[in-house]
Each structure stands twice: as C-alpha cells, then as structure tokens.
C-alpha cells in the first residue's frame, strides 16, 4: 500500500473514531442513560426533555461557531472540541443536580456540532 493510501485510511479511521466520540459519547449515552438518572435522582421526564433541548440549543450554537472557525484554527478547534465532548460526558456523571447537567449537555452539544462540522 502507498504511503498516500495509508495517510487517508489513517484519516478516514481518526474522523470515524472522532464521530463516535461526538455522537456517540456526546450525544447518545444520555439516551441510555436518562431511565436510571430519572429512578436515582429528582430528574423526572420532563426535566430529561429540557436537557435533550439545551443540547439541542448547544448543537445549533456550535454549528454557528463552527463555520466561523477560520480554516488554519480548524485542527485546534477540531481537538478542543474533542475534549469537551469527552470532558463535558464525563462530568455528567459526576454530578447528581440540575444545573451541572444542563452546563454539560449545552457544551456536549456545541463540541458535537463542531466535531461534525
């Protein structure tokens, strides 16, 4: 195999595995997640809705500042993202309250949309 080939199945498989970060890590773990925070703590279903909307909120501001992004910051913003997804999913779990889930799923969104953009 040519180095060229190499050097893009290098890349295909890093976009892949960053998406699955993003989406999977960032996005969907709440889904799975949310009957077992609504039985161990006051989160009920209609607190579960706003937060689905405050990411929602957040995947639709980081898609803005996505596309503000100038193309020589575009790996940076790339790998900050990355860890705020990763960060922002890990505190989710850390903590038993409202307002740091609401912080967490609104930057899990922004860091999402950027990731995808």
Known sequence: MAQH???ALRIALAGALSL?????????????ALPGMIADTALTAVSGGYLAAVNYGGYLLGAMLAMAVPSHRARSAFWVALWVS?????LMGLSETFLPWVI??????????????
């Open 20 to 32: 699955v970060i993003a989406l999977g890590i960032g996005r969907f773990l709440f889904t799975p």
């Open 104 to 117: 967490n799923r609104f930057l899990a969104g922004i860091a999402s949309a950027i990731i995808m953009v």
């Open 86 to 90: 990763v960060v922002s999913s890990l």
């Open 5 to 7: 080939d190499n050097d």
